[in-house]
């Protein structure tokens, strides 16, 4: 087993985080290593992870603390909970039929705080959430850039990390996506660097993954 970044390893074509619970979440396959049970990351259910396999460093440390907009039933959510040994998550999730997954989720592991609600009104979960290391947004809305920088503009550290997946067809399902993609970009510019990016092909048609610094 090869440590690919900072809780994420590599074993042939596959990644992997070690285990924090013995619960399957979507049937992802478990396996043992020297004593290590691992659960295999599978990109074509994760943005994240099919980010990673396409050279994106997602930059997560053991005790960070990160807010979730669109964490559905949990499974990135369940691959992050085990990265942030130290750290928690905030998830934030609007459809009650997905919620009750991520909610049986956070009954399982400690470090998970899911809130019904509304990503566009971060004022409605505003008392719960502390300030964050990192934002990650996977939402399917056409204002999902204006959403992702209304949450870290209050909730993310200068300096901090913000992972947005772009979902192209979301915003416009005619206009071209390279189009759509630098619009998007121009919007986020004001409040943050772009330090690096990729588009999730082959594990996602039309979207490209950024990661990004907060300026200010």
């Known amino acids: ?12 074509d596959k990644i992997y985080t070690i285990a924090a619970s013995s619960s399957r979440v979507y ?7 020297d004593g290590e049970t691992y659960r295999e ?21 053991s005790n960070n603390h990160l807010l979730y907009l669109g964490a559905a039933s949990g499974t990135t959510v369940s691959h992050f909970s085990d990265i942030l040994e130290e750290g928690f998550i905030y998830g934030v999730e609007y459809s009650d039929t997905v919620f009750r997954d991520l909610l049986e989720l956070a009954e399982d592991r400690e470090n998970i705080a899911p809130f019904l609600d509304n990503a566009r009104k971060p004022e409605n979960y505003g008392n719960l959430v502390s300030e964050v290391d990192i934002v990650f947004q996977d939402i399917s809305q056409r204002d999902q850039p204006e959403i992702f920088i209304r949450n870290c503009k209050r909730f993310l550290k200068k300096g901090g990390i913000g992972l947005l997946a772009v979902k192209a067809r979301s915003i416009s399902s005619s206009e071209d996506k390279k189009v759509i993609y630098n619009e998007v970009k121009d919007k986020l510019s004001e409040e943050f660097r772009i330090i690096d990016e990729t588009e999730l ?8 993954f950024l990661k990004l610094e907060k300026k200010n």
């Open 41 to 61: 990351w599978n990109p074509n259910r994760s943005k994240a992870a099919a980010a990673i396999k396409n050279g994106i460093n997602i930059e997560l440390n």
């Open 201 to 208: 092909e082959p594990y996602e048609k039309d979207h490209l």
């Open 1 to 12: 087993m090869k440590k690919l970044q900072e809780g994420v390893f590599e074993k042939g």
């Open 27 to 33: 049937g992802e396959k478990f396996i043992e290593i």
